[in-house]
C-alpha cells in the first residue's frame, strides 16, 4: 500500500477526527518524560513544552478547520462545534500554562506532572466536545476530573489544599455515579449509546418509552452529572471550598475548561439529540438558572476572600449559562459559544491578576498570595497596569460595555426573550445589576483607598503577556463582537 | 440437568445474598458474598456467557471481596453494629432501593423487547453474548477507540496518585 491509499484509508475511517484529541495526551506524555531527563535547572523549560503541545494541537484544529469527519465507528466526530470548543480549551490552557509558568515555581509546584495535568485534563475536555457517543463522552468527563482533583490538591503540603481536592473527589465521584446510572438507563432503553441512536429513539412517537417515566429519569440523572461539573445550585456546594484551596491557576483553569467542556457536552446531548425532550428539561433548567444566578450573587457580596468571590461568581455566571440553555434552539446555544469565549479571557484575567499580585515586604508572610479582598486597596497606585487590568475583567464580568461580558450578556437575555423567557430575562438582568455591587468594590477599593498592606506584583514575562492577551480578548469582543457571534452561529449549526 | 443446576445456583445465590446482609459478623458477610458471586457465575455460565463468568470470579469475587476482607481485618471489626447503626428508617430506605431497581431491570429488559421486537433482543443478548468471542469483538472493533482512551485515563489515574503520595525530593 503506498502512503497516499494508507493516508486515504484512514481518512476514510475517521481518523481525523481524533487528531487535536490525541496530539494533546501525546504531548502530556512527552512532557511527562522529558520531566524524567530535565536536570532541576532545566526545569523552567517545562512550560513552554506544554505551550508546544498546545500550539500543535491548535495548529491541527486550524488545518482541520472546515473539516467534517466521524471517527471510529461513531465514537468521537469532527465538526466546526467541536472545533470551537478545542480552540476555546486549548486557548484557556495555553493562557493558563503562560499564567503558572511564574506562579508554579514561586509555590515549588513546578513538576513535570503539573504540565501534563493540564495537558490530560485539556483532552479529557476535547473529548467531551467532540464525543457523539455516551461512553467516550463518560471517559472524556473522567480524564478532566481525575486531572483536576490531583491538580486541586497540588499542594501537599497546604491542609485548604487538600480539603479542595477531597471535597471535589467525593462529590465528583457521586455526581459521576449519577451520570452513569443515566447513560445505563439510556442504554437499556434504546439498545444503543450513539447520540444518533438516541435521538433516532426518542425523537420518534412510536418509541414506547421516549416521553415516559424512563426519558424523563435518565435525562434527569445526566443532568445532575452535568450540572455539578458546571457548578449550577444545588450542586455547587464544592465551588467555593475547592476554588478557594486550589493552587490559584488551577482554580482558572477549573472554572474556564471544565465549565465550557459540561456545557458543550450539555449542548450535543440535549439539544442536538433529545431536543424531543427539550420542554421537559427547559422547566428543569429555568429553575436551575433561577436559583444559580440568584445563590451566586448574592452570596458572593458577603465574601472577603478574592477566590472565594470569583467562586460566587463563577457559580452566577454558571447560571448566565443555564439561561441560555433554557432558551435553547440556536439563538440560545450560539449565545452559549459565545458566552463561554467571553468568559475564557475575563475570568482567566480576574484569576490572573489575583496569582500574580503578592504580599509585599514587611508582613511576617511576605511573599505569600494576597487573597484578602482588602489587599487590594490602593493597587492602582503601587500598580497602576495591574490594577487596570483587574478593573477591566471586573467591568466585564459585572457585563458593562464596551467589553465582552456586555455582549455574552446581551445575546445570552436576548436569545430567552425570543424563545418567549420574558421572566427568566428579566430575573437575569436584575441580578447582573445586583453582581455590579461586588464587582465593582474591587475598582473602587484600588483606585479610591488608601493602600493597607504593602502588596507587590510579579514581574514575570509570561504572566504579563497573557494578562495582555486577555485584555486584548475582553476588549475585541466586547468592540468588534459581530464575527464572533457569526462564529458561534457557523458552530451551532454544524450540530443541528 | 441444566434446570437442575439452574435452580440450586439461584437458590445459592438467593440464601447467600440474604445471609450477606443478616450476618452480625463482617468476615462471614464477607466470605457469604463470595458464595453469592459464586452462584451467579454458574448461572452465567449455564447462559453461555464464560466471560461474564470468568470475570465475574476473577474480579468480583477474587479481587474486590478479598479487598473488602483486608479492610474488615485492618480496621479489626468483630460486630458490624460496632461501625453501623441501622434503625428502621435506614431498612425501609434499603427495601425502596431495592424495589426501585427491580422495578427498573424489568421496566428496561421490557422496554428494549417491545422496541426492537422480540427477535432483535434476542439476537442482541443470543448464544454469543459474553463469550470471549463476542466481549472481544465489541470491545476491539465497536469500541477500539472507547477502549484505547481508557488507558489515557489509567495513565491519569496512576500520575495523579503517585504525585499525591510521592516524598517531597
Known sequence: MNEYALGQGLWEMGFAAAVPFTLVALSAMAVLLADLWLLPSQKRALPWAALAGVLLSAASVAFLWNEEATGFGGAIRLDRFSAFFAMVFLLGTGLVVLLSSAYARREGVERGEYYALLLFGTSGAMLMASAVELVTFFLGLEILSVSLYVLSGFFRQRPASAEAAAKYFILGAFASAFLLYGIALFYGASGSTTYAALRESFGSAAFPYSHGLLALAASGLLLIGLAFKLGAVPF?????????????TITAYM????????????????????SSLQQDTSAVLWVLAVVTMTLGNVVAIAQTNIKRMLAYSS???AGYLLVALTAAGEAGYSSVLFYVLAYVFMTLGAFGVVSLVRKGEGGADAGAEALDISHYSGLAGRHGLLAAAMAVFMVSLSGIPPTAGFFAKFYVFSAAVRAGEVGLAIIGVLNSLVSVYFYMRIVFLMYMKEETVPVRGSRSRAGWVALAACVLGTLLLGVLPSSFARLATESIASIF | MTTLLFVLGSIAAIVSALSVVTRRNPVHSALSLIVCLLSVALLFLLLGAQFVAAIQVIVYAGAIVVLFLFVVMLLNVKDESAVFHSGIAQKLAALALVFVILVQV??????????LGK???????????????????????????????????????????????????
Not at chain 1, 475547592?242 to 493552587?247: C, H, K, L, R, S
Not at chain 1, 465550557?260 to 439529540?273: K, L, P, Q, T, Y
Not at chain 2, 424489568?106 to 422496541?115: E, K, N
Open chain 1, 255 to 274: 472554572s474556564v475548561v471544565s465549565k465550557a467542556a459540561a456545557a458543550a457536552a450539555f449542548i450535543r446531548v440535549f439539544g442536538a439529540s433529545l
Open chain 1, 236 to 248: 455547587h456546594m464544592w465551588v467555593p471550598d475547592t476554588y478557594e484551596g486550589a493552587p490559584t
Open chain 2, 106 to 115: 424489568v421496566l428496561v429488559a421490557v422496554a428494549g423487547a417491545t422496541w
Open chain 2, 119 to 169: 427477535e432483535q433482543w434476542l439476537a442482541a443478548t443470543g448464544l454469543s453474548f459474553g463469550t470471549v468471542q463476542s466481549v472481544g469483538r465489541e470491545l476491539f472493533a465497536r469500541y477500539l477507540f472507547q477502549f484505547e482512551v481508557v488507558s489515557v485515563l489509567l495513565l491519569v489515574a496512576i500520575v495523579g496518585a503517585v504525585t499525591l503520595v510521592k516524598k517531597k525530593q
Open chain 1, 315 to 317: 457559580i452566577a455566571h
